[in-house]
Each structure stands twice: as C-alpha cells, then as structure tokens.
C-alpha cells in the first residue's frame, strides 16, 4: 500500500482530491532549518545555501519533513526552493542540479516512509523565482526556461508530485516556469499538477509591480495550472483581500500560504510573532468564507502552526464560489476588460511604424525612448490598450520587437496589441511582456497554414487573438461572407487549439467609402452587418475594427466626423473594441444632426449612386478644399462635359454625349474635354485644393464616357507601353491601393489587366506575353512583401523577361527601391508614392503628353547622388574592454577627488517658499516647453506681443493665486548617507558603516564604458539622496479647473506646477552646495557634484525609487509611489547628488 501511494499523482487524481478535502501543505523550511543549529561543514562550505544540505547533511532536511508529517500535513515540499542552474551558480553547484533536485525528492520520500501514515502524502517539488527578474531585464527568458526546464525535469523523473512554482515576482519569470513545464510534459509524454504561488509584497503587488488582476487575467489563460496560490512576504492579515479576490475571479483551486505576520527585528533576526492559533483563525476562515482549497505556511510556521492548521481544517469543505467571468487582457501591472461600459475598449494606432509617421520616423531613427513616450500619450489620451507595430522594410523587425516590447512592458501601462505578420516576431515580443498580449492577426489568406503557427505561439503564451475576415479569396466584402469567415476560423481555434470564444476578437474589416469606387460604396455598411451577425451567433466573441480605414481617403477633419459616426454605429451593433486614435474621435452629443445625417448617408449608401460621397465632401472639406459650382445649363457642351468631369458628377452623360457626338468625333471628344479635364483635376489634387476621393468620381466619369463613346469608335491595338499588368504580389492581401491605381489608369488611356491579389511571378509573367503589355506594376502593403518583390525581380532577370516594372506599397521606401531594388533588377525599376504617381511614370515610359495628369504628382525619385547613410554601429572587439572599464575609469576620476564629509547624517525636512521658486524660473522653458507658445511662422513682433499678451498675465495669475490661497505646497526630504562604489553599484552605508542599501547602475556598452559608480570612491564617500514636491493642493486645483471646463488654464497650470518642481530640484541642490562649500560662489553651473534622477539614462532603473524612498522616508513629505514607480504627488521630483566634481551625464 505505501508503495502505491508513493507512486506520482495524476492530473485527475489531484484535481479528485481537491473535492474531497482540504489540501494541507507544510511549513517553512527555512526557519525550521535555521533552528537545528548547522554548521558551515553542515553545507558542504557553502553557508547560505540550503540546497547544499541534500548533499552534505540531509538529515536536518528529512528532520524538518517528519516534524511537518508528525503536525498531519498532506504535501512535503522539497528543498530545492534554490534549484536552478541560476541560484546554484552562486555557490558553484550549478553542475549538481540533477542530483539535488533528485535527492530532494528521495528525502521526501523516505520522511514518509518513516511516517508510515497510511493516506496518501504528495511531494510538490518546490521551484522558487531565483534572484534575476526577466521584466527588469536581469535575465532572458530562454535562459531562465532552460534552467527551469533541467530543474524540473530533474523533479519529474525523481517522482515529484507536483511542480510548486511559487513565490513569484515577476509574470514573465512565471511565463517561462511554465514554458519551460511544458517542454517537460512534452518529452516525459505526460504531465503533473502544476501550481503557482505568487508572492504580494505589502503594498498590494508583485514585485515588479503587478496587481493581483493583472495576476489572475495573465495565468487564467493557462488551463494547466490546477492551482493559484499566495504565499511568503506578509501575514494572513494582509493577504485577506487578495484571497478574496482570487475567490471571485479565478476559476480553479486557490491555495493560501502565509507567513506567520509580518517579520520583526529580534536581537538582528527576523521573528514571526503570530501563534499557532492566531494562524489557524485565518486559514479557517480562508476555508470557509472564500472556498481556499489549500492552505500551507511560510516563512516563520513551524510545526506547532500547521498541526493548529490540521486540528482547524481537516474536517472542512471549502466553501462554494461564484466566479466572475469576463474577458480581460493586461498590462504587466493591472488588468483591462476587453468590455467597457461604455464600449468599445480603445486600442491606441499611434505606435504603429505602418500606419503613423511620427512614429515611423523615431523608429527609423533608434529613438526608443520618444515611442515609448507615444505610448504614454495616448495612455493619457484614453486608450485602453496599445497596437505596436514595428514592421518597416530595411529593419529587422525580430530585434526591434526585443528592444522595444520590454520597454512598453515596463513604461506603459496598457496590454500591448502585438500587431506583426511575422511569426518570429510575434515570439520574440511575447517572450518579452509580462502582460496578457493581444495578438494581431490571423487569417485565412493561405488556407490555414500561418494561422495555425501564430494560434500556437498565442495559445502557448496565453495571449489573445485578432482573427480578421479574410480568405483565400481576399477580404470577404459581404456580411455573410465575413460571417462563413468567422465561423471557419472560430472552429480551428476552438476545437484544434483549445481557444475560447472569450479568447478571440474578430475583426470584419471594412474598405473605405470615400475611394470613389462604385463597388465599395456599401463597404461599412456591410462591416456593420457582419459585426452583427457574429456576435448574435457567437456571444462570447469580442469584436474589433480599424475605424478609420472606412474614410481612407478624405481630408482629416472630414475623416473624423466620419470615423466619430461609424465607431458609434458599429458599438450599436455590438462592436467591442476599436483600433482607433481615441484625441481624434467626436463625443456624438458634440456632432450636428445635419452632419451626423451627412455621415450616416454615406455610411449607409441609400442612393447608391454616389452622391452621398459628393454630399459629404462638399459639406464637410474645408472652404480652401471646396469646389464651386458652374451653373452647367448655361454653358455649352464641351465646357459642360469639361466641368462634370472635374466636379465628378456622372449625371445625364448620356445625353451630353450624344449631344457632343453631332459635332466631333469620339476621339476628339477624348482628347480634347475628357483628357484636358483629368489634368485639371490632377492640379487641383496637387495644390491641396481637391481630395483623392474627388480625383476617383471624376475618373469615374471619364470612364463611364468612354465606354458610351466606345461603340462609336474604331478599335486599335495599344501600344505595349501603355499596356500594365497589375497585381498584389504573393502572399498580400491588400488592394486597396492597386484598385486605385488601375481607376486612374484605365481612366487616362491606358489599358490595365488586373490579376487581383495573392499572385505569384508566373502569373505575372504568362499575362504580360499574354496581352503583349510592357510594364508589371507590383504592389503590397506588408513588409514581408517588399522582399517578394525583389525575388520577382531577380526571377524575371533569371528567366529574361524584362518589361519595366513599377512598385508601389506602404511598405515601401524610395531609398528601399532605389538601394535593394533597382540594383537587382537589370530593367526599368520605378516607385510610384501613389495613383498619381504611377500616371507620370507611365508618362516617362510612353513619351506621350496625353492621357497624364502631369501635375497632379510629385517628380519620380531619382537615385540618390550619394549612398543613403546608415547609422554608424560601434566596433563590438572594443566592448571586450568594459569589464575592466569601472576599475580605470574611478582611478581617472579619483585623482585630486577628496570625499567631503557630510555636515549631518540621517533625513531633514526642509519647507520651500514659492518666492524662491518663482526666482528660480525660466521664462524662456516655461513659455515655450512647457506652456508651447512657439514662435513658428509668427513675426518677431508678433511673439513677442504674445509673451506680454498672454504669457506674462498668466505668470502672474497664478502667483497671485499662490500668495493668497496657498496653491504650492513646496516640501523636500534629502540626506546625507556614507557610501562605497562596488563595481558597477553603490552601497549605502549608515554611521557605523553597515551596509543598509545598494544602487545598481548600467554601464556604457561603448568607450569609455561609464557608469554612475566610476565617480565614487571604493573606500568611503558621501551621497546625497533627495525628493521634492509641489504638493496635492495644485493637483485638486487643476481637477477642479479641468471640470469647469477651464482647460487652458488647467494646461497652464499643470505646466507651470512641473516647472516648479524642477525648480525644488535646483532649490535643494543649492542648499546642499552651501552646506557643503559655504564660501564657494552659488551659479547653477558649478554647484557641488552632478544631480541625477532614477529613469533617465544613465539610471533607467525606476524600481530603484522604491530603495531610494524607504531610505528616505518620503512618505514624511506626503510621498508614494504607485505599482509602476511614479511618485504621487504627480509634480515631484527625486534623485541622488554625487559630490565628485567629475561626475556628469552620459547615455549608457
């Protein structure tokens, strides 16, 4: 019997025995350690590592298993709490991890066979978070996953029970843990129960920072892990409302494991002063109010408490739970539902390298931080979560995912939309971000292929899916066929991946009503159908739209009106989430009924003639943009026919044609009104006075008078210049752009064959001899779809057959072409920026002057005269040197360097006069930087008219306002601390030189390799650590300012509150020069030392706030921090003064 019951536990049988009982694990195995009174043979030399006990004295391992079988536990945990590769390298058993982890598990057995209990007692093979966090970037996630992987597989072939990943700080650290669990389970061919304990710190989260939501939404996903659980770091007490948490939102087991109270300071050890009973008062109650399903005990319980446990609980049920579901994402520090009230959930477009220059141009410029801080803008914009897409043609969108993704991971927080088409990339990204990530998108473009590799990838990181309406046959256009999409792509997820509906968030695409093309114009009109019809057939399904693809075309402002009514349509029809810039939607009480009429006619297509388009347009573009109007009866006809077509109006042609027709002849009429008409359109598109979408209906009503005119014309062949062959290349399934070149193409005397999307060279290639054409114009929006074309330009070089050849796409670049594309191709390679475009260069090829619109685009691109620069990259052999750099940097900056002794040790409060703040303000950064009143194209005169005008009074207001109410509170904490450089950190020292903190600093990857801690002594010197606020009082007045709908002077005060606070920061660094050098001269620029500030980039780290306020006491001035290190008061600052007179700033 012992023997069977020795045998590991299956996934079922474990799942059965949580329904039976209470699950009792066992106590601490460290304190229970610490008691026996082991001596440094006892570890074999290494003291401090308990894992080094299963080798050299594993006795007072099992001693510490049976005093825990003797109080009735049901579970022993192993000791192996340090058993990775990681941990164990600090003591050089990294080689030894097999055998550890192996003879832990034979400890835990023979502990049971000593008891010789006759029930079942289970071994939780104990795997604890080491001491490097993948979310602060200590240590990859591959890395990590691996050590994870030979630790666990160590347990699992001993005959563990139970993977026990427990006091967890970091989700990402959690993440790989559970990567690495099923690599195991994937090569023993069977799995174990798997649980995970997270460890809340008492301030309510992780760690790194994350809220227990964030916890439940991140692992909920992984339907795996048959148990959540809290343990170490507080008491019961302060676990209560997590526990209560855990009880309501997540579906599967809870476990608790508390430590006994908070720990005390006894004779310089820690104590836990709860009692046996004072603890088994809260685990009970943990049973019976919030149905725990097991408890256990941490740091500080012994024997004595689990055996109160046993004697409290044993007998109980946990108590039945009703459980909260809905359907979250997260960013690494708090959840988001993916339904608001009021809907949609707004995901932020911004930071999108496809879609938005700005960002495009800092990613092509490596300026991390400035994305990251568009990711913050639209945070504060009100986006609920961010798309990030960094697929640019030239750049490698892998490492770029690496880079960036943990940026937005610790900076911004919102869950993070990963929006790639790329597998690789997708993989990269999750293996970065701690949250629950959405990824964008999937598809049926290729039949299944792609989807199932991404579904896998998502699935395995627990992340979200975007599953958009497209097929083989292109993007469905109808709303029962989006429909007949979603459910194909629904079954695949659900039924071969395991994906729930709650899981997916399908969007059914919509092309833009404002091209002009006579087959799009119900296109949002049919996307609002189909958001409809699949979420009444699926309910559980979340939805999403790109909102402003429908009015791809127009003017901004006419855009905006029109995205603000379409978004407020499609959340009537169940629309949940939105991709969407939330600064540029319209609240609907702000919009006319007039204009909301306008919108939703062209939305809804009633007519379907067009004229809803013209409508709009006319009654929304801008005056400058606006066409007027000829009187056409009174003019005659070819001046009529010439004024239709530039106002794009198709009606009654007919009869003017026939009208025409008494007098000229067909290809008269062509030449001489249609062609010359285009070409006025073309110069009012290139003046900015027309739109794109007006320039398609006149190119409409050109072609619907050609083909009135073409019965009446004799046929000719046309010259093969004049003949293209257009496509979307391989692979891409957009065409919005190729429709539009083919429209304004066919419309300006060419002849176009369009062989639609998805099409490979040989069908390029056999219609071009086919139809005798002479050009293959190529286009695709992807990045993958820009190296498509270069390998259908070295096939057409292979095979002999070169037509000219024009690109086009957004992906595109002129430098991309003009470097990669145009050298691998031996004919004529064009890049044509738009339709237009590809009207001049069709121009260029025919040597003709009719049929163009010759000013209506800019001048093709020429190869550059010079080689495109490309960021310059440091010499990597030269990094060999950075090790060594700290030891010859701090002689350099040692020399004729004495540490000054501080005029006091220990925190001092000091109280600021706004008087002196105020002395210490620049005009210039206040007005400009902060306040933006730039001068731009303004006269000198003028702005400075508007510095007296506007500015200055403003100043003064709130000035006047601080003397009579009070509006700034200026407080600041700062101390002076003894403290030693050790590599690249500083320990903080107290008076008697113990070491009570430490500061760890990036070093330059670059000559000459800096770092913070080269500019302090390594014997002893002083450091000044430092905080300052404005206070709350101008916070709740901007509050109050911004309700009454005051808004520039909530702008201006906000501005003028942040400038203070820097100011509070000079104030103090004043203050500590005086004290320190009395009869040195006070200027800014030679004041004592270098200030620096935690998240800037010599000290990114912003966890380190969190040493920096426990050593200061901030919280006596009214400071925090919240989960993600922000101090509040928002208008604060904080920072540490180095007093060496070589310390400055540097870029690591």
């Known amino acids: 019997m012992m023997e069977k019951n020795m045998q590991p536990i299956s996934v079922e049988e474990f799942r059965g025995l949580l329904k039976e009982k209470v699950l009792i694990y066992d106590g601490a195995m460290g304190t229970n350690l610490q008691v026996q009174g082991l001596k440094s043979e006892d570890y074999g030399g290494r003291d401090g590592c308990s894992e080094a006990l299963n080798l050299y004295c594993p006795e007072a391992v099992i001693k510490v298993h049976c005093g825990f079988l003797e109080a009735g536990c049901h579970v022993l945990e192993t000791n192996t709490f340090g058993g990775t590769r990681i941990t164990l390298r600090e003591y050089q058993l990294e080689d030894r ?84 669990a099923e690599n195991v389970f994937a090569k023993q061919g069977r799995r174990c129960p798997v649980v995970v304990s997270v460890t809340l710190e008492p301030n309510g989260t992780m760690l790194v920072g994350s809220d227990i939501s964030a916890i439940t939404t991140v692992l909920e996903p992984y339907d795996f892990i048959d ?24 579906p599967r087991a809870v476990g608790v494991m508390p430590n006994a109270g908070l720990p005390e300071n006894v004779d310089g050890k820690p104590f836990y002063r709860m009692t046996p009973q004072q603890f088994a008062d809260f685990l009970e109650r943990f049973v019976c109010e919030y149905g725990v399903n097991m408890v256990g005990g941490c740091c500080g319980t012994r024997p004595d408490h689990l055996a109160a446990v046993v004697e409290r609980v044993q007998a109980l049920l946990p108590a039945q739970r009703k459980i909260s579901k809905k359907a979250k994402v997260a960013s690494l520090f708090s959840a988001v539902t993916m339904r608001q009230q009021p809907a949609p959930a707004l995901v932020g477009e911004r930071t999108n ?136 792509i629904r079954n695949i997820l659900v039924d071969e991946f395991g994906f729930r509906d709650s899981d997916l968030i399908f969007d059914a695409l919509t092309f833009t009503v404002a091209s002009g093309d006579s087959q799009l114009r119900s296109a949002a009109a049919e996307t609002l159908r189909a958001i409809e019809l699949i979420s009444q057939k699926f309910p559980q399904l979340n939805t999403i739209l790109g909102v402003s693809n429908v009015s791809f075309g127009l003017q901004q402002s006419s855009r905006e009106l029109l995205n603000s009514v379409f978004l407020a349509e499609a959340v009537a029809k169940g629309l949940t989430c939105a991709i969407v810039n939330p600064a540029r939607i319209i609240p609907m009480f702000s919009i006319s009924d007039t204009e909301k009429k306008l919108a939703l006619d062209l939305i809804y297509n009633p007519k379907g003639d067009g004229s809803e388009l013209s409508a709009y347009m006319a009654a929304t573009t801008d005056s400058a943009g606006k066409r007027q109007h000829a009187d056409l009866d009174k003019l005659p006809p070819d001046r009529r026919l010439f004024e239709k077509v530039v106002e794009g109006d198709p009606a009654s042609l ?83 752009g190729k429709n539009l070149v083919n429209i304004m193409l066919s419309n300006n005397g060419y002849s176009v064959v369009d062989l639609g999307i998805k099409v490979d060279i040989d069908a390029m290639i056999k219609a071009a001899r086919e139809h005798g054409a002479g050009v293959i114009g190529m286009s695709g929006l992807l990045v993958r779809s820009t190296q498509i074309m270069k390998e259908n330009l070295e096939e057409l070089n292979r095979r002999g057959f070169l037509p000219a050849v024009i690109l ?103 109280d600021i006069a706004s008087s ?132 520039c002077d909530y702008h201006l005060l906000h501005g003028l509150g942040a400038e203070l606070a820097d100011c509070a920061a000079v104030y103090l660094h004043r203050q500590v020069h005086r004290e320190l050098n009395p009869a040195c001269p006070l200027t800014d620029k030679q004041l004592v030392g270098c200030r620096y500030s935690f998240g800037y980039p010599a000290c990114p780290d912003l966890n380190a706030q969190r040493e920096l306020f426990r050593l200061l006491q901030a919280q006596k001035i009214g400071l925090s921090l919240t989960s993600s290190n922000q101090m509040v008061p928002e208008l604060s600052v904080s920072g540490f003064i180095i007093l060496n007179h070589h310390a400055r700033y540097f870029v690591p």
């Open 916 to 1047: 002196e703040l105020f002395n210490l303000l620049s005009h210039k950064v206040l007005f400009e930087a902060r306040w933006a009143f730039k001068q731009g194209e303004l006269s000198e005169k003028q702005y400075a008219e508007i510095i007296e005008t506007k500015a200055k009074p403003a100043l003064k207001k709130f000035i006047d306002l601080d003397a009579s109410a009070g509006l700034f509170e200026n407080r600041a904490v700062y101390a002076y601390f003894r403290c030693k450089a050790q590599g690249d950190s500083i320990k903080i020292l107290d008076e008697t030189g113990l070491n009570i903190g430490e500061f760890s600093f990036p070093r330059q990857k670059r000559a000459p390799y800096l770092c913070v801690s080269d500019f302090v002594s390594d014997s002893e010197d002083t450091i000044v650590l430092w905080a300052v606020t404005v206070g709350n009082r101008v916070i709740e007045t901007e509050k109050e300012l911004f309700g009454a709908d005051r808004y």
């Open 97 to 180: 991890v097999e055998e550890i982890n192996r003879v832990a598990v034979e400890m835990a057995k023979e502990a049971i066979r000593r008891a010789a209990r006759p029930e079942r007692i289970l071994i939780a093979g104990s795997i604890g978070p080491g001491s490097l966090l993948p979310s602060l970037g200590n240590i990859g996630f591959d890395e990590m996953a691996a050590a994870y992987e030979e630790q666990m597989s160590a347990l699992f072939t001993a005959g563990a029970d139970i993977f026990q990943i427990e006091t967890c700080q970091d989700l990402l650290q959690i993440k790989s843990a559970l990567y690495a």
């Open 654 to 736: 007919d009869k003017l044609l026939v009208e025409l027709r008494l007098t000229r002849a067909p290809v008269t009429i062509i030449n001489e009104i249609l062609l010359p008409a285009m070409k006025k359109v073309g110069e009012y598109f290139a003046s900015g006075r027309l739109q794109l979408p007006f320039v398609l209906q006149s190119a409409e009503v050109v072609k619907k008078s050609v083909d009135l005119l073409k019965p009446f014309m004799e046929k000719t062949e046309a010259d093969p210049d004049k003949k293209m062959i257009l496509a979307t290349v391989a692979g891409d399934v957009h065409d919005i």
């Open 353 to 488: 390298a496809n879609g938005a220059r700005q960002f495009k141009d800092l990613l092509q410029a490596n300026d991390y931080d400035g994305m990251v801080a568009m990711g913050r803008e639209q945070a504060r914009g009100g986006a609920h979560m961010l798309d990030l897409c960094v697929a640019y043609v030239g750049r490698n969108e892998v490492a770029d995912m690496r880079k960036l993704v943990p940026m937005f991971a610790t900076q911004v927080n919102l869950p993070l939309v990963i929006d790639s088409t790329s597998p690789e990339a997708i993989e990269a990204a999750l293996k970065c971000h701690g949250g629950r990530c959405v990824v964008n998108s999937v598809n049926l473009e290729d039949g299944g292929g792609r989807l199932r590799k991404i579904a896998a990838l998502a699935h395995r990181f627990g992340a979200a899916l975007i599953c958009l309406t497209i097929d083989e046959e292109g993007m469905a256009k109808t709303a029962e066929k989006k429909l007949a999409i979603a459910v194909r």
């Open 227 to 250: 148990m959540l659980s809290i343990n170490c770091a507080t008491g019961p007490l302060e676990m209560v409302r997590h526990v209560a948490h855990l009880a309501e939102h997540w």
């Open 808 to 910: 086009g796409g957004a992906a595109l670049t002129p430098e991309y072409v003009n470097d990669e594309l145009k050298p691998a191709y031996k004919g004529k390679v064009f890049y044509a920026r738009d339709a237009i475009d590809s009207i001049q260069i069709m121009q260029k090829l025919t040597g003709s002057a009719a049929a163009v619109v010759a000013a209506a685009s800019s001048p093709v691109q020429a190869a550059p005269t010079a080689a495109v620069k490309k960021p310059l990259v440091a010499h990597t052999a030269a990094n060999a040197s950075a090790p060594h750099a700290g030891e010859a940097n701090r002689h350099q900056f040692l020399a004729g360097y004495l540490p000054q002794p501080a005029p006091f040790y220990g925190n001092h409060l000091l």
